[in-house]
């Protein structure tokens, strides 16, 4: 069993939509929680980057973690085409970037 | 914030081979890290480079194989030495602006081994 477990996708939703990305881990120790949005051909960029169970809003978006079903998600409000991207959900169990462990991206495709 | 370069940004090398990857970041940085991204794996981490003494390798990756330079704050290279397919990836440079408390990816070098 993988450490973190994503769903690949891909995911295809009408603009507008409401999306929902979501991770599972299995590692109880893990206590910071991020998102990265990847554009194809282009390195990954930080998204949210939470500490333990709570929600965290920016925008249009918000993480969400919930430690005691070890399940993370981030939602996207009015989806719009420039959100199709692979979105990487990570985790780690100290802060910084050292050791993360990632999932394997979502791909979304918001269409118009 | 900080801004990363990669080169080459792509190459096709035959088997048996090595490349060497450059990664220039436009301000001084202490954590540099080098990740490798395989079609369907999730992206994972090769090594850390430290300026002034030998890289840290996580488990599964040697130096013989990925030998890595840190000459000074702003720049690294990875080496990805006697190349087989399975070496086919993409890698990326990445930096840990401290203050910034953010994680800065380059735009990767998409390799090939043929």
């Known amino acids: 069993q993988k450490e973190v477990e994503q769903d690949p996708g891909p995911l295809s939703v009408p603009e507008g939509a409401i999306v929902s990305l979501n991770c599972t881990y299995s590692n109880s120790a893990f206590q910071y929680f991020m998102w990265y949005r990847q554009y194809s051909r282009k390195g990954p960029e930080l998204l949210m980057y939470?500490?333990?169970?709570g929600n965290k809003e920016d925008g249009r978006f918000t993480a969400q973690v919930d430690k005691s079903s070890k399940y993370i998600s981030l939602f996207i409000r009015d989806s719009q085409p420039s959100d199709s991207a692979t979105y990487l959900c990570?985790?780690?169990?100290?802060?910084?970037?050292?050791?993360?462990?990632f999932g394997i991206g979502t791909k979304l495709q918001v269409i118009p | 914030s900080a801004v990363i370069s990669q080169k080459p940004s792509r190459d096709i090398c035959q088997r048996g081979t090595s490349l060497t990857i450059q990664c220039q970041v436009d301000?001084?940085?202490?954590?540099m890290f080098w990740y490798r991204q395989q079609p369907g794996q999730s992206l994972t981490l090769i090594a850390t480079?430290?300026?002034?003494?030998?890289?840290?390798?996580e488990s599964g990756f040697v130096i013989d194989k990925f030998p890595i330079s840190r000459p000074n704050l702003t720049f690294s290279t990875l080496t990805v030495s006697n190349m087989s397919p399975e070496d086919s990836s993409i890698y990326l440079c990445s930096v840990e602006v401290t203050g910034d408390d953010t994680q800065y990816f380059g735009p990767g070098t998409r390799l090939t081994v043929l």
């Open positions: 939470t500490y333990s169970s």
């Open positions: 990570a985790m780690s169990e100290a802060g910084g970037y050292q050791k993360v462990t």
């Open positions: 480079a430290n300026q002034g003494s030998e890289a840290t390798y």
């Open positions: 301000s001084q940085v202490t954590m």
